[in-house]
């Protein structure tokens, strides 16, 4: 019997077999060390090389147009904002056909654009063959995005 077996005398048939493959695991384990099959396994092992990339060569003139083409076709979500307003949930389930809804934004106000839900420009409403259309009156600069974004507005 194992030192362990005798330090934790077993209560069950289960409680032996797990003593029993406990000792088994020690021994190989000590095997293993005393016999240096753990130095012969690294050595057996590929060598690593690391990975080389052709494609990290001087940045070309103009960096920001390569990248830039590459997201070109994602699609973004434009919303144009005509305004907002908060209503109890009761006043909603009012509502019907010809009901007028009063909005924050005053008649004549730009409209806010946003893209993917940021503020990217403020227009005013055009109506073009008969579609509504946006004409942009005041594009947000960068350095105001990002200082909105820094907000979290």
Known sequence: MSDSAAEFPPDSKGDAEQDA??????AALEQQASSGTASEVTDAAPQMTPATFANFSPAPANPAGNDLNMILDI??????ELGRTRIPIKNILQLAQGSVVELDAMAGEP???LVNGFLIAQGEVVVVNDKFGIRLTDIVTPSERMRRLSKGN
């Open 21 to 26: 493959m406990a000792a088994e695991w020690a």
């Open 75 to 80: 699609p973004v979500q434009l919303t144009v």
């Open 111 to 113: 409209m806010d654009v």
